[in-house]
């Protein structure tokens, strides 16, 4: 497959684990009308509030740079950037 897949982890700083998940909820909706975007999926851990993983498959890299770079992206910044306390990017492959 030649598809480009994103795993991006995220932790709320304390007090900030709501409005950080209601923020990335929102953004999910947006990311998901985008070219390219096959699969954008948001999933909260059941064991530490404010902790989530983001499972995303794009057409190909160009794609998910458009949303990386997108007007989405820079108003959920804005907003809610501050409220993240750690956030960790895997750019993939699929192998098998």
């Known amino acids: 497959m030649s598809d480009f897949i994103v795993v991006a982890l995220a932790q709320a700083k304390p007090g900030f684990e709501a409005a950080l998940v209601a923020a990335q909820a929102a953004l999910v909706l947006e990311a998901r009308k985008q070219p390219g975007c096959i699969l954008y999926e948001l999933h909260a851990d059941e064991n530490q509030p404010g902790k989530v993983v983001f499972f995303e498959r794009w057409s190909d890299r160009a794609a ?11 108003a959920f910044n804005a907003e809610a950037g501050d409220w ?3 956030s ?5 492959r699929q192998v098998a």
Do not use: F, K, R, Y
């Open 64 to 74: 998910w740079q458009n949303h990386i770079t997108g007007p989405h992206i820079h």
């Open 88 to 92: 960790e990017l895997l750019q993939m």
């Open 84 to 86: 993240l306390a750690h």
